[in-house]
């Protein structure tokens, strides 16, 4: 069972445009909202998180939009460049104990043509 | 902040052997880690959770039997892929709770190929 949802799958935005990623949860005991950004060859790094109790995070050119009664969250690249060409993942977890897994989307491929 | 060592970053085997891969906390005590895989072009899939002095926990469908992980210290743990064969071949991930409220460090990935 899929429990997070991510689309699109892959996306092409030119450059200093806007790159828009969808997730769609379903388990609503999902209580943190992170989005992961990978190169190849390398593990995934945090680009931004949120919790159910703020509907919008912003951080320098990327923000998260949440939005509880829908079960959906987004991610928005603003003035998209080449070197954020990369796969993005949204995932979820739940509770409040650190030991807590995510569950990952299934990513979104974001090539940025100059 | 947090920073999680994984390596070695890539390893060729023949198919039969067994590859040891390890991941260390270098500046926090990690009770817990977790080993992802990934296929090419597909998402993380979580392998198993190891939890420093316990058994790990695995996921279904994952045989514990061939990959053994040993979380022997708050500093290290271990994931072992025995008896490698081709369809082992992936990109193996650990991760870490960090220091703040749910955040979560990654290695660096392993590839591992198997031939």
């Known amino acids: 069972q899929q429990q997070v949802k991510q689309s699109p799958q892959s996306l092409i935005v030119q450059k200093g445009g806007i790159s828009i990623i969808n997730c769609a949860y379903e388990n609503t005991a999902f209580d943190y909202f992170p989005w992961y950004q990978q190169f190849p060859g390398k593990g995934p790094a945090l680009l931004i998180a949120?919790?159910?109790?703020?509907s919008e995070k912003k951080e320098g050119r990327f923000t998260i939009s949440f939005n509880k009664s829908a079960k959906q969250f987004s991610l928005h690249i603003m003035d998209s460049q080449p070197g954020d060409s990369a796969t993005y993942f949204c995932?979820?977890?739940?509770?409040?104990?650190?030991?807590?897994?995510?569950?990952f989307g299934g990513g979104t491929r974001v090539l940025v043509k100059p | 902040g947090a920073v999680v060592s994984q390596h070695p970053s890539w390893v060729i085997c023949k198919s039969g052997t067994s590859v040891k891969i390890e991941c260390r906390s270098l500046?926090?005590?990690?009770?817990?880690m977790f080993w992802y895989r990934q296929f090419p072009k597909q998402s993380l899939m979580l392998m198993a959770t190891?939890?420093?002095?316990?058994?790990?926990?695995?996921e279904q469908g994952v045989e514990k039997d061939k990959f053994l992980i040993n979380h022997a210290s708050l500093t290290l743990s271990t994931l072992t892929v025995t008896s490698a064969h081709p369809e082992d071949s992936s990109f193996y991930i650990c991760?870490?709770?960090?220091?703040?409220?749910?955040?979560?460090?990654f290695g660096s990935g392993t590839r591992l190929t198997v031939v």
């Open positions: 500046d926090f005590q990690a009770t817990t």
């Open positions: 991760s870490a709770p960090g220091t703040h409220f749910h955040g979560y460090t």
């Open positions: 190891s939890n420093e002095g316990s058994k790990a926990t695995y």
């Open positions: 995932a979820a977890s739940k509770g409040g104990a650190a030991g807590n897994k995510l569950t």
């Open positions: 949120i919790r159910p109790d703020v």
